[in-house]
């Protein structure tokens, strides 16, 4: 089974780079979309860590696909 997610890239204050995952995200979401929703994370400062603001800047935006061939699984059983 393949699952989707978007991954947000943001640099902190330290130049370091945080994630954020979203699953199951809508399709085809436009550059502008993706970068004004990032730019409102940016711009609200809410979340730091020891005084580093964790989403300084944005960074960047991707779609990954993952794909899961069950074998067996017990809680199925």
Not at 9 to 36: H, M, R, Y
Not at 43 to 57: C, I, M, Q, R
């Amino acid at each position: 089974m393949a699952k989707r997610v978007l991954k947000l890239s943001f640099k902190n204050e330290k130049n370091k780079t945080k994630t954020i995952t979203i699953a199951d995200p809508k399709d085809g979401l436009s550059k502008e979309a993706v970068q004004d929703a990032m730019a409102k994370i940016v711009g609200a400062k809410a979340f730091s860590k020891e005084e580093v603001n964790l989403y300084a800047a944005v960074d960047s935006a991707k779609y990954y696909t993952t794909q899961s061939d069950e074998i067996f699984d017990t809680d199925a059983e």
